[in-house]
């Protein structure tokens, strides 16, 4: 694949980077929505977004091991068809007047969950599209697009929405979706044969995935890390949004700005990922790149109105992203050299679920703790709960 990118990977990244784009730039169009169009309270609006990461997860729990055992392509396809349906529905509703704040919460649940069947679905088959020499300039191609979308797209989706209205970029979240359906169809060739699964499924094969990850003890290791480390990033986003646009008077775009401009850092990352780790090794570059990510969110506790705010929110927002964008496609080479070809898409599921769960869990954790606290306390305590995710010693 290096020089030159393989055609059938190229569709791939392809797919990735449409949807990824669409993704960015309908961020934040649902609890617009529910605000403008709904007259929805904050209560409401936290509770769609909770809802959509916890009740999703619960949904695609069984869809680990259907996936497994299907077509990996054509599961794509399907998650991808599922999710242009579901977000289509926004905007045909909001048209006709019939839209209401289940129908957000129903789909938000829905495109959850398929993008956790699509996303183990699309690991799988990388796995077995690429060589193992090749899977982190893949991983590394992905996260930097990943990270060059949500530069553009948040930007750009408020401006549509400033000019066109609150559903503009539901709808182009929607069409990314059956883009990348038409892209991965594309892709062309065969695949494996899926594995044969000659049992009906019973309770216990649900927890297949999480086996695979505690009985090998660096994913294991890697696993913790992940989820919790995610899970306290993302729980303060909310109060960090609070924070900044209520208590010290950011105006949207500088809020924007701040979150946005950062994000250049993931370009960064991503591309010294595949550069550290053929020198120092997979493990080195895991661990030293987690401890550094680990260091930037506590400093946000004490952002300050006006220009000093901006330039600390910009500095430790950059700092972050660049530490994590060297680690995560470490992360996902790391799991997919170590895990069964048989049994990739069960274990991805349940590192996806317990991520989102965790997500979610925390959000609410951390809403309850920085109203009896404080927001700058609740931050605090995030950063330096991080603090002890770091990885440290051998695999």
């Known amino acids: 694949m290096i020089p030159g990118v393989d055609r059938r990977f190229g569709w791939l990244w392809a797919a990735y980077a449409v949807s990824s784009y669409g993704t960015w730039l309908g961020f934040g169009a649902f609890s617009l929505i529910a605000v403008v169009v709904l007259d929805a309270g904050p209560a409401q609006v936290s509770a769609l977004s909770a809802a959509g990461l916890a009740v999703g997860a619960v949904v695609a729990l069984p869809l680990g091991h259907w996936v497994e055992f299907r077509g990996k392509r054509r599961v794509m396809v399907a998650m991808d068809l599922v999710r242009f349906a579901a977000l289509a529905s926004v905007p045909v509703a909001f048209v006709l007047g019939w839209l209401t704040f289940g129908q957000l919460v129903v789909v938000a649940v829905v495109a959850a969950a398929a993008k956790i069947a699509f996303n183990a679905a699309s690991g799988a088959f990388l796995k077995t599209l690429l060589s193992r020499e090749d899977l982190l300039v893949a991983n590394s191609r992905l996260e930097s697009t990943m990270w060059s979308a949500s530069v553009v797209g948040p930007p750009l989706g408020g401006l549509a929405i400033g000019v066109l209205g609150p559903v503009v970029t539901v709808v182009a979240d929607a069409v990314s979706y059956l883009l990348s359906a038409v892209f991965v169809r594309a892709i062309g060739g065969g695949e494996p044969?899926?594995?044969?699964?000659?049992?009906?499924?019973?309770?216990?094969?649900?927890?297949?995935?999480?086996?695979?990850?505690?009985?090998h003890r660096p994913l294991r290791r890697l696993f913790l890390n992940v989820v919790f480390f995610n899970g306290l990033v993302m729980a303060t986003e909310p109060l960090l949004a609070v924070l900044l646009l209520g208590r010290l008077g950011?105006?949207?775009?500088?809020?924007?700005?701040?979150?946005?401009?950062?994000?250049?850092?993931?370009?960064?990352?991503?591309?010294?990922?595949?550069?550290?780790?053929?020198?120092?090794?997979?493990w080195a570059v895991l661990r030293v790149a987690g401890a550094l990510r680990v260091c930037w969110p506590f400093w946000l506790a004490f952002v300050q109105p006006g220009l000093p705010g901006?330039?600390?929110?910009?500095?430790?927002?950059?700092?972050?992203?660049?530490?994590?964008?060297?680690?995560?496609?470490?992360?996902?080479?790391?799991?997919l050299e170590h895990i069964a070809p048989d049994r990739v898409a069960r274990t991805l599921t349940a590192w996806s679920v317990s991520t989102s769960a965790a997500i979610a869990v925390l959000t609410a954790l951390w809403g309850l703790l920085a109203a009896a606290v404080g927001l700058r306390e609740a931050v605090a305590a995030a950063g330096v709960l991080l603090l002890f995710t770091g990885l440290s010693g051998k695999p």
């Open 193 to 215: 044969p899926a594995a044969r699964n000659a049992a009906r499924l019973r309770p216990t094969d649900l927890l297949d995935g999480w086996r695979d990850i505690l009985a």
């Open 250 to 282: 950011f105006t949207p775009w500088q809020y924007g700005l701040v979150f946005a401009l950062p994000c250049v850092g993931g370009l960064v990352g991503a591309r010294l990922a595949r550069r550290l780790v053929p020198r120092f090794g997979q």
């Open 310 to 335: 901006i330039v600390l929110v910009v500095v430790v927002q950059f700092g972050l992203v660049t530490c994590c964008a060297v680690f995560n496609p470490v992360v996902a080479t790391y799991r």
